[in-house]
């Protein structure tokens, strides 16, 4: 800053363009309070390009790009499959440099290799599922409902049958005095059912549910960056910039995402839905607060068998791809 003065006229400041980066000067303002002033520097020098500017929350313009290009950066058979798909595939259809196609036949074996790993995975699961169902599920919620029911013929001088053929008690038949004439091991068995302290059993629910709601947010993310591709080509097509540091998706055809959808975000999507409702009714009549804790644990092994398959079956030097 300079400052110029005269004889008739006052002191004053005058400001001058100043070659400096840009940087926050403070002035007193409003009673002193110190107020930020972005002072705009000088353009970058030449062949430098320019800072990409930022939204409101901090974000560059190129960030969501970016993000839709790194499509397959997990540590599971899925993202394994996805990276298959695109990466070896724009390397096997690309014809421009005898530096691109480098073992086809290779690329392609394991790309088909790779799917029989994702069949493997989505068939295991559904197995599982299955047995869990038919095996564990049903005899857990029909036990309990058993426990209820003697505990409802007990306490209740009028009863019902509902569709279940379980007893039920008539509102305003119940006498809390034959609480007192259980057996100890009835009531040891009684206190134990999850519905008695609801809190607990709504926390172990929460927790569970947010664990599958991870399982498909991770899912709809995957499916978001395959469908923001550019669509371009038939058949196989899959447009790609290959550099030396790797393959660069830029667009793929419709069947390449049709193919994405079907054996990646179905799959998982379906297996995380049915997984959170038998998840849910197991845990509900679990009668036991220590098993409670166990099943919850159990039933998540099923979700992380994908990435199970990840460090176990796939070789090293594909894991490295």
Same mark, same amino acid.
Not at 45 to 55: K, S
Not at 82 to 94: E, K, P, S, T
Not at 162 to 190: A, Q, W, Y
Not at 275 to 297: M, Q
């Given at each position: 800053?300079?400052?110029?003065?005269?004889?008739?006229?006052?002191?004053?400041?005058?400001?001058?363009?100043?070659?400096?980066?840009?940087?926050?000067?403070?002035?007193?303002?409003?009673?002193?309070?110190?107020?930020?002033?972005?002072?705009?520097?000088?353009?970058?020098?030449?062949?430098?390009?320019?800072?990409?500017?930022?939204?409101?929350?901090?974000?560059?313009?190129?960030?969501?790009?970016?993000?839709?290009?790194?499509?397959?950066?997990?540590?599971?058979?899925?993202?394994?499959?996805?990276?298959?798909?695109? +990466?070896?595939?724009?390397? =096997?259809?690309?014809?421009?440099? #005898?530096?691109? $196609?480098? *073992?086809? %036949? /290779?690329?392609?074996?394991?790309?088909?290799?790779?799917?029989?790993?994702?069949?493997?995975?989505?068939?295991?699961?559904? +197995?599982?599922?299955?047995? =869990?169902?038919?095996?564990?599920? #049903?005899?857990? $919620?029909? *036990?309990? %409902? /058993?426990?209820?029911?003697?505990?409802?013929?007990?306490?209740?001088?009028?009863?019902?049958?509902?569709?279940?053929?379980?007893?039920?008690?008539?509102?305003?038949?119940?006498?809390?005095?034959?609480?007192?004439?259980?057996?100890?091991?009835?009531?040891?068995?009684?206190?134990?059912?999850?519905?008695?302290?609801?809190?607990?059993?709504?926390?172990?629910?929460?927790?569970?549910?947010?664990?599958?709601?991870?399982?498909?947010?991770?899912?709809?993310?995957?499916?978001?960056?395959?469908?923001?591709?550019?669509?371009?080509?038939?058949?196989?097509?899959?447009?790609?910039?290959?550099?030396?540091?790797?393959?660069?998706?830029?667009?793929?055809?419709?069947?390449?995402?049709?193919?994405?959808?079907?054996?990646?975000?179905?799959?998982?999507?379906?297996?995380?839905?049915?997984?959170?409702?038998?998840?849910?009714?197991?845990?509900?009549?679990?009668?036991?607060?220590?098993?409670?804790?166990?099943?919850?644990?159990?039933?998540?092994?099923?979700?992380?068998?994908?990435?199970?398959?990840?460090?176990?079956?796939?070789?090293?030097?594909?894991?490295?791809?």
């Amino acid at each position: 800053f300079a400052c110029s003065k005269g004889p008739d006229r006052p002191r004053r400041i005058t400001p001058h363009v100043m070659a400096m980066p840009m940087q926050a000067i403070y002035s007193t303002v409003n009673g002193g309070n110190r107020v930020p002033m972005m002072v705009q520097g000088p353009p970058p020098p030449a062949g430098r390009p320019p800072a990409p500017e930022e939204d409101s929350d901090g974000d560059s313009d190129d960030n969501y790009e970016e993000e839709v290009e790194m499509f397959a950066s997990g540590e599971d058979i899925y993202d394994v499959f996805l990276g298959c798909l695109f +990466y070896d595939m724009a390397r =096997v259809l690309q014809k421009t440099s #005898s530096k691109v $196609v480098q *073992a086809p %036949r /290779r690329r392609a074996f394991r790309t088909l290799l790779v799917l029989l790993q994702l069949v493997l995975n989505i068939s295991l699961q559904c +197995y599982i599922i299955f047995n =869990v169902r038919r095996f564990v599920t #049903s005899w857990a $919620v029909g *036990a309990i %409902r /058993r426990v209820y029911s003697e505990y409802e013929q007990h306490m209740y001088t009028q009863h019902v049958v509902n569709e279940h053929g379980m007893t039920r008690g008539v509102p305003g038949s119940f006498v809390p005095e034959n609480f007192g004439t259980l057996t100890k091991d009835e009531l040891v068995v009684i206190c134990q059912v999850p519905f008695s302290q609801p809190l607990f059993l709504m926390c172990m629910l929460c927790v569970w549910t947010l664990a599958n709601f991870g399982e498909m947010k991770a899912t709809l993310t995957q499916a978001r960056r395959v469908w923001c591709l550019e669509t371009t080509g038939r058949g196989l097509a899959v447009e790609a910039e290959v550099t030396p540091e790797g393959v660069k998706v830029l667009g793929c055809s419709l069947l390449m995402k049709m193919i994405a959808t079907i054996f990646v975000t179905i799959p998982r999507m379906v297996v995380a839905c049915i997984l959170l409702y038998l998840g849910c009714r197991w845990l509900a009549a679990t009668p036991d607060f220590n098993n409670l804790i166990l099943n919850c644990l159990a039933l998540s092994f099923v979700l992380d068998l994908n990435s199970l398959l990840y460090r176990t079956i796939m070789p090293r030097r594909d894991q490295v791809d």
